[in-house]
């Protein structure tokens, strides 16, 4: 049985870091419709909430947070940290069961 190839990203972000990291993704905001997007977490960590639910998740190297298309979500950098955001046009398939 083959597994399915994990997609590659279409677009990422630069490299922010707590003091780069811009406002915008600071407070609510969303993906657009069909585009999955997977944060991830270079060195140190960052809270990840989903604002429709409240749920949270702590991300970090090797922990990062997959975000559906339209979610509403906001990220909190937890101390030093380094992070960029990938997009792809359908899911990573990789991402999907751990979230």
């Known amino acids: 049985m083959k597994d399915t190839p994990t997609p590659s990203p279409y677009r990422s972000t630069p490299v922010f870091d707590e003091a780069t990291l811009p406002a915008a993704l600071r407070r ?8 999955w997007g997977v944060i991830r977490v270079l060195d140190g960590e ?6 429709e639910t409240g749920d949270t998740q702590m991300l970090s190297p090797g922990a990062p947070g997959l975000i559906l298309p339209d979610q509403p979500h906001l990220v909190e950098p937890q101390g030093p940290v380094r992070m960029q955001v990938d997009f792809y046009h ?6 999907a069961t751990k979230r």
């Open 46 to 51: 960052l809270k990840l909430t989903f604002t």
């Open 90 to 95: 359908e899911c990573p398939n990789s991402l």
């Open 28 to 35: 609510e905001h969303r993906t657009k419709l069909g585009v």
